[in-house]
């Protein structure tokens, strides 16, 4: 017998497309980027030669038009319901540099149209928090650390240019020692997801 199939795949791969920003339409660049959104399909065109292009697959393209909420929705809200539940989940940004790592994980704060990844799931977490049974009880712990050409600095603590090191144990496996760890219960702003 085969199992049944997860509601979610363990792990999903998006592409998100930025928009040409204005130094690169004032330069008059093209986009090279060709996106199939039904297909999710992107192919670099960047030899104009038709028979040279390969098609490449992920589990969902996102276009340049698509909003932080767009992404919010498929992305992140399905890992956050699985974290309420007691799953582990983790979302992970990669690209060079400029392809809009930070906008789309953390984006603008204060602008409700803007706010990325990171402050939506602050904004789903205590949402789900406050609905929930009163039988459930929920502790909610940030951690927030730079990794950078190697070295770990805690973005948390009163000093954050110590380089902290990495450890490994094996009751909790690979870890940071020193990471200041903050209980929180609630997150300020107006909710968005
Ligand atoms: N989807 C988007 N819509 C509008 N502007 C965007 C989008 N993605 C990125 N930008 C803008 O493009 C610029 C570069 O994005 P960002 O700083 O997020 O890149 P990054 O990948 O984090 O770069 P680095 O690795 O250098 O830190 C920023 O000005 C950002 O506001």
Do not use: C
Request: hydrophobic share 35%; proline share 4%.
């Amino acid at each position: 017998m085969t199992d049944p199939k997860p509601e979610i795949e363990n792990v999903r791969v998006f592409i998100r497309v930025r928009p040409l920003n204005k130094k690169e339409t004032s330069e008059d660049r093209k986009n090279v980027v060709l996106v199939d959104t039904a297909e999710n399909l992107i192919v670099l065109n960047k030899d104009g030669n038709g028979e040279k292009r390969k098609p490449y697959k992920f589990d969902q393209i996102f276009a340049e038009s698509s909003t932080q909420m767009d992404l919010y929705r498929v992305i992140a809200a399905p890992i956050v319901e699985k974290v309420l539940q007691g799953f582990n989940g983790t979302i992970f940004a990669y690209g060079q540099t400029g392809t809009g790592k930070t906008y789309t994980m953390a984006g603008n704060f204060s602008n409700s149209d803007s706010k990325g990844i990171t402050p939506n799931a602050f904004s789903h977490i205590f949402t789900q928090i406050s609905r929930s049974s009163e039988e459930k009880s929920f502790v909610v712990t940030v951690t927030y650390l730079e990794i950078y050409n190697e070295e770990v600095r805690d973005l948390l603590s009163a000093n954050p240019n110590k380089k902290l090191a990495i450890r490994e144990r094996t009751d909790v496996g690979v870890y940071v020692k020193d990471l200041m760890g903050f209980t929180v219960d609630s997150w300020k702003a107006s909710p968005n997801y």
